[in-house]
Antibody, heavy 125, light 113 residues
C-alpha cells in the first residue's frame, strides 16, 4: 500500500524559512515523479513543484519559483520542499503527491493517485 | 496558465439521482499526437486529501465505483455520478495536466437534497 506522510509544517514569521518532508513507502520510489500541492480556501488547489524520478529535473509554478526548492533523497524515500521568504499568502495545507504513472526519469505527468494527509504551514507575525 | 472553470459551484441531488458536474478549460487539453485529453477528476471529503477518480478524461481509477464516469474532449468535460450515494457527498475538482503548471478547477460541492 502506498503511503505518503508529510511533516515540517509550523507557524513561521513572514520572511522566514521552512523545510517540509514527505516520507514515502509502498512503491518503487525512484520510478515516480513527486509533487507538492497546496490548498487554501481562497485559492483552492495549487500545484507548486515537481521533481522527476531521478531527482535530476525539477519544475516549479511561478508562485514557487525562486523561493521554493523541491528535492528528493531516493535512498531515504523522502521528498523535500525548502521554502524561503515566506509570506502570509503561503499559509496553506501542503500536500505531497505521487504521479500515477512513471513517465521517464526526467519528466512528470502531474496527475496524482496518492496524496499525503497534508501538513499545515501558517505564516504570521 | 490554463484556467479551469467548473459549473455549478454546488449542487444538491436526491439519493439515487444523477449528478452532473461540468469543467471547461481555457484552451484545448487534447494532445493530438496520442489523442489523449490530459484531464483528471478528484473527490475530496472534509479533512482528507483529494482522491483521484478519473484520468485521461474517462479512465476510472482502480477501486472507484462504476457510478462515476467521465466524458468530454478538447475544452469541455463532464463528471457524472449516475446514482448518488450518501458517501458521494464531497467537493469535486477537475484538473488539467496538459501543460505545466497543472491547474485545478475551483471545486463543486455535492450535497444530498
Amino acid at each position: 500500500e502506498v503511503q505518503l506522510l508529510e511533516s515540517g509544517g509550523a507557524l513561521v514569521q513572514p520572511g522566514g524559512s521552512l523545510r517540509l518532508s514527505c516520507a514515502a513507502s509502498g512503491f518503487t520510489f525512484g520510478r515516480y515523479a513527486m509533487s507538492w500541492v497546496r490548498q487554501t480556501p481562497q485559492r483552492g488547489l495549487e500545484w507548486l513543484a515537481a521533481v522527476s524520478g531521478s531527482g535530476n529535473s525539477t519544475y516549479y509554478a511561478n508562485s514557487a519559483k525562486g523561493r521554493f526548492t523541491i528535492s528528493r533523497d531516493i535512498p531515504k524515500n523522502t521528498v523535500f520542499l525548502q521554502m524561503t521568504s515566506l509570506r502570509s499568502e503561503d499559509t496553506a495545507i501542503y500536500y505531497c503527491a505521487k504521479d500515477r504513472a512513471p513517465l521517464d526519469n526526467e519528466n512528470f505527468y502531474g496527475y496524482f493517485d496518492s496524496w499525503g494527509p497534508g501538513t499545515l504551514v501558517s505564516v504570521s507575525s | 496558465d490554463i484556467v479551469m472553470t467548473q459549473s455549478p459551484d454546488s449542487l444538491a441531488v436526491s439519493l439515487g439521482e444523477r449528478a452532473t458536474i461540468n469543467c471547461k478549460s481555457s484552451q484545448s487539453i487534447l494532445y493530438t499526437s496520442n489523442k489523449r485529453n490530459y484531464f483528471a477528476w478528484y473527490q475530496q471529503k472534509p479533512g482528507q486529501p483529494p482522491k483521484l477518480l478519473i484520468y485521461w478524461a474517462s479512465t476510472r481509477e482502480s477501486g472507484v465505483p462504476d457510478r462515476f464516469s467521465g466524458s468530454g474532449s478538447g475544452t469541455d468535460f463532464t463528471l457524472t455520478i449516475s446514482s448518488l450515494q450518501a458517501e458521494d457527498v464531497a467537493v469535486y475538482y477537475c484538473q488539467q495536466y496538459y501543460t505545466s503548471p497543472g491547474t485545478f478547477g475551483q471545486g463543486t460541492k455535492v450535497e444530498i437534497k
